[in-house]
Nanobody, 126 residues
Framework: QVQLVESGGGLVQAGASLRLSCAVS????????MAWFRQAPGKERDFVATINWRGAMKYSTDSVKGRFTISRDNAKNTVYLQMNSLQPEDTAVYYC???????????????????WGHGTQVTVTS
């Protein structure tokens, strides 16, 4: 069973940076495409960024392009989300998700991911 544990969230001021980590266990990490989602208070969970099994394909939602970068280290079974120039609207619980790779397609829709972490809170003050 795939287990995902996020870390790195916190309380920061606007303009600051954070790096989220998601450690994966219980599976061969390089067989999985990975993604980050976020859920703001009172809102649905939204896609943030996705990365394929070998890190060659990456996509992110428009609101974070140029500020957030997804990456992975298959030797460490970990996926990262580097978040720069944080804004109050980035405040949310951030979730890591895993999907068994189909090798030639990079998933991004919530329904395509079947393993989830418990989330890490990111709060950005103005």
């Amino acid at each position: 069973q795939v287990q995902l544990v996020e870390s790195g969230g916190g309380l920061v001021q606007a303009g600051a940076s954070l790096r989220l980590s998601c450690a994966v266990s219980g599976a061969t990490f390089s067989n999985y495409d990975m993604a980050w989602f976020r859920q703001a208070p009172g809102k649905e969970r939204d896609f943030v960024a996705t990365i394929n099994w070998r890190g060659a394909m990456k996509y992110s939602t428009d609101s974070v392009k140029g500020r957030f970068t997804i990456s992975r280290d298959n030797a460490k079974n970990t996926v990262y989300l580097q978040m720069n120039s944080l804004q109050p609207e980035d405040t949310a619980v951030y979730y890591c998700a895993a999907a068994r790779s189909s090798w030639n397609y990079t998933p991004w829709h919530e329904a395509e991911f079947d393993s989830w972490g418990h989330g890490t809170q990111v709060t950005v003050t103005s």
